[in-house]
């Protein structure tokens, strides 16, 4: 077919004028080849060189040509196209099913296949327009009914087939949908839809307020430790983003992912002393590397930190809070008054404390400065936690049979932020850590009691210590 | 404290959940109400980490009484808290949607009080949208576990998915890092969810009319898994994905590859689970409901864990020589989906198109299947792969160099390529 000489058809576009040209080729017999099907919108100026129309061939006429319904379907989508070849295309499918019945299955046919890409491409440009179509609310002190307007570049020519998406799901709201082609209003009273020409972008709504709340949600909800703007970019190419709020703010988003992971790490490694336990779980090579430690804050302001002591291999350990005045300066655990308390009930029960392994669940002072007094602060689950590993180290170094945690402290590091220890004292337990755990009063608490708590205080404390002697099989 | 501060946190805090899906569920629009939903969910943005928006994805209150240690929001971390009351979200809801912002919302929350009060809590909001405002679109909501049957009945009857999240393979990774979960509980509220839906369904398959029976959780159930967080191996994370799609009839498992957070707990990795280990864990997921494979099949006793560096199909072609080469105009549809290479919907177009005419490699290559890893696996009508099967240096040869990850560069420990 060249160029001027061809018969020519213009096609306004629409399918249903398709359609009626395409019934009339068939009736007259007209192949394909013999005719060119242009659309309206490409051919303003070429008027030159028609062709006749070529003599009507009653041996190919067909009056009643048989469409399969599959065709329909799918020339409905492909209509929408803004490839110019499109009506041409159709014909000559259309065309060729009249003899070829099962053209359409065939995939691996070239027009058949390119139909098919065609109705891809519509059809996910239908379904990026569901997508990323904005509506802004308007609404005005003379006219403060609420107006839903958007404006919207499709790709290709799917006003029409967008529409009744959003007649669905937004049937109660008064809608606008713009476009540079075609434009479409909606009336939730008469639930119809009117039809007008195409505006430029500038006649798009102006900014919604809620858009700013919208920002804040999108750049709230992705990590920024897995950044993949090729996914992105695939998902949503780059030109649809002029039209979505939220991707005016991504260069600030991608700006602040690094620093904001960078502040994750650090924040998360800080707060442990992980990295400051040596992988060899001895108790000389942990008193030696205890000293180097910065797993939390608490290493500032205290003099010293304090590990463990006693015996080696200790069938009970006791785990205290933290270390207090005295211990701090001293630098070994409860040589204080709590730890005269102490004494004594091991003494009453008949053991020594050099026969067992004492230490805290976290090894640094915390304190407040009150004049030239130093007030004991406790320890927050953080601090415990960022400590935690020097109390399993050390677990492991020693091997006890039991555990005792003397206050909630210890408990917290062993059994769990939310331990009950009055309720739960006094009774073996399992924790993630050791096998057997008994939880019980801090000494201190003896201390600061008055009147007959003291007393009581006192009795918990030593029944609790006898009951974890018994379960490491030690006699009194 | 003001909407958008509260939103901001308890979005970020709802970030770690991998789900964010709308599809499932066909609800037409209702003529009192904004809403439908047709079936086939919509992104309406992306992320820049790549990830699809669809929902309102966010926590009513990230308060939480548990001490779950991968999770961000548990009670010993000192987070930023907020909680938006039940009409805040209906408010924030109704707004995105008739803005065509989102398709619905997903819901869910810290454990406050009791999983009961906490449940109820969640169904108030979705019953205030759907009742109140005739809300045609998406809700997921959480399931409590341990919240009662009545309550999970509830939320099934308002609600188009439901999700109680398993989140650790194995009962030993709860007791180390959930201390507050435990398996049987979670999947008792499974089991109720799978019950009271299959009851809804039957119901309305023998009902004159079917608009007169009510719905229970249209689009079913799912769960999360987190990936990286404990040592548990692919084989232990896959055969509880077996168990769980095979009891419950979950839709999906999501598999979140754990990602350290601020004020994370010493017992955890502070390194994020490699992306490409959660990418593989999916591929098997879908050669387990999509290609016929058994979780057992995907790793072996001294592999337990999937390969990095190759798609696990292509894993066991390479330890099955003996089940090649296909004959791409012969074999069965089953046999056909074992072939690297090619995916579902390539095997059911090529059943199509061989009614007509054999398939040849130029054929292939029409439906855009890759070559190159293919043609040592099939047999088509100018080409067997008889030959190259046994060639040396064949999974050099079909593998895909991965990507570089951008996190590793992020932090300056890049491992080049995987």
Redesign the interface.
Known sequence: MSLGLAYRVRIEPSFSAWREEARLLLRQGIAPDQVELVSTEQDHAMTFGFAPAPAPDPALAIQKPSVPKAFFELAEIVCCHKDPDRWQLLYRVLWRVQHER?LL????DEDV?RMRRMDQQVRRDL?KM????????VSTPEDPEEH?I?WYRPDHRILELAVP?FA??????QWTILTDYASASWDPQSRAVTWGPGVPRSEAPPE?E?E???R?????????????????KA??PVRYWAN?P??NI?PQ??AG??SR?????Q???S????TYVPNDHTLPVLRDAIPRCEGCELYKPATQAVFGVGLAHAPIMLVGEQPGDMEDVEGKPFVGPAGKVLDQIIAELGFDRDTMYVTNAVKHFKFVQRGKRRIHESP???EI??C??WLLAELDAVQPQVVVCLGASAAKSLL???FALMKDRGKIVES?YAPRVVATIHPSAVLRAEGETKQVLYNYIRQDLALAAQTAGLAG | MQ??QK???L??A???DASCASSGAKR??N??????S?GMG????????????SL??ILLTNYC?Y?CVFCVN???S?VKRARFTPQEVVD?TL??Y????IEGLFLSSGIIQTPDYTMEQLITVARTLREVHSF?GYIHLKAIPGASDLLIEQAGRVADRLSANMELPTQQDL??LA??KKIDVIEETMSQIFEHKAEADEDRKTASSRATVKRFAPAGQSTQLVVGATPSTDQEILATASHLYGNYDLRRIYYSGF??????????P?R?AP?VREHRLYQADWLMRYYGFKGEELTTPEQPNLDLTQDPKLTWALAHREFFPVDVNKATREVMLRVPGIGYRNVE?IL??R???PLSLE?LR??NVRLKTVTPFVTTTDHTAATTLDAMHLPEAVVIPAQMQ??DA??GASTGQI
């Not at chain 2, 003529?31 to 439908?36: A, D, E, F, S």
Request: aromatic share 10%.
């Open positions: 099962s299955l065939n995939e691996l296949a379904h569901h997508a990323f179509l904005r509506f802004r609310m839903y958007s998406f669905e799901r937004f049937a109660v709201m919604d809620l700013g709340m919208w804040s949600y999108y750049s709230s909800i992705f990590n920024p430790a897995r950044l993949n703007t090729r996914a992105m998902e949503m979505l939220e991707l991504l988003l991608l992912a690094e992971v960078g502040v994750m790490m924040q998360q490694s707060l442990s002393a992980n927050n689950l953080k936690g960022a935690r590993p769990g932020a939310k993630p | 909407v958008q939103l901001e946190i979005a970020d709802a970030k770690y037409s629009g003529g009192t109400g904004v809403g439908h047709d919509i992104c309406h943005s992306y992320t820049p980490d790549g990830r699809c928006v309102l994805k009484t001490d548990r009670v010993s000192d924030l707004s995105f008739k803005r065509n912002y045609g007791v180390q201390p507050d990602s350290p957070f601020p004020q994370g707990d010493a017992r955890l502070l994020p992306l177009r199509r198109i009614a007509y005419h054929d029409k439906l951008l996190f992020a932090v």
